[in-house]
């Protein structure tokens, strides 16, 4: 498995450390296009993040979209 | 400091001291490796983060890729170490650039830059 899934409920989230990824940016993310993040919870350091997907490579693409918006702030 | 690798089959993982490499400079490099990249950070300890680097072309050489990656943090560390230290000559630089075009600006400025001065010297007067 990828080390930024974690299984839980039978589910799949992107786990994302809250010291390197700033919750206001995915809180934005999820208000700017609602299709992308069902769902953002809190799990010891980490943010849980529930796609509206289950492919691999929109995955990818989400974490890429979060290394782009970090940067062009 | 080092910078240990980690490879797996479609991935590698370098670990860099966030003492050296600011988060500002890891965010810096991975957006430069977007078309090449998938990156993935994750803390290892309170001052060490893991990169992961997956490839999107299934043929790179993950150990090239990864020395790149290397090479994009120093080339990032030095740009904003560069930044602070001649941030101030920059400034200067371009408010000269700007009076020059707008002298009632500098006017302003002066006015402003005494009356700071003022102030800080008030401050410093008082017990």
Request: glycine share 4%; proline share 3%; net charge positive.
């Amino acid at each position: 498995m990828y080390p930024f899934l974690h299984r839980s409920d039978n589910k799949r989230y992107i786990k994302l450390h809250s010291g390197l990824y700033k919750k206001n940016l995915l809180k934005e993310i999820k208000a700017e296009e609602p299709c992308y993040i069902k769902s953002i919870k809190a799990h010891k350091n980490y943010y849980l993040i529930d796609l509206h997907t289950n492919d691999s490579k929109d995955y990818f693409d989400f974490l890429d979209y979060l290394i782009y918006r970090e940067r062009s702030k | 400091m080092e910078m240990i690798f980690k490879k797996n089959k479609r991935s590698i993982k370098l670990t860099a001291d966030l003492g050296l490499y600011p988060l500002s400079t890891i965010y810096s490099a991975s957006y430069v490796f977007l078309d090449r990249a998938t990156i993935y950070l994750d803390k290892e300890t309170d001052n060490k983060v893991a990169i992961w680097i997956f490839p999107k072309n299934k043929k790179d050489n993950l150990d090239g890729i990864g020395k790149d990656f290397c090479n994009e943090l120093i080339n990032y560390a030095h740009y904003f170490d560069s930044l602070k230290i001649n941030g101030d000559i920059i400034k200067i630089l371009m408010q000269k650039a700007l009076f020059s075009a707008a002298p009632s600006l500098l006017k302003e400025a002066g006015k402003k830059e005494i009356e700071d001065l003022v102030e800080e010297l008030q401050n410093k007067e008082k017990p």
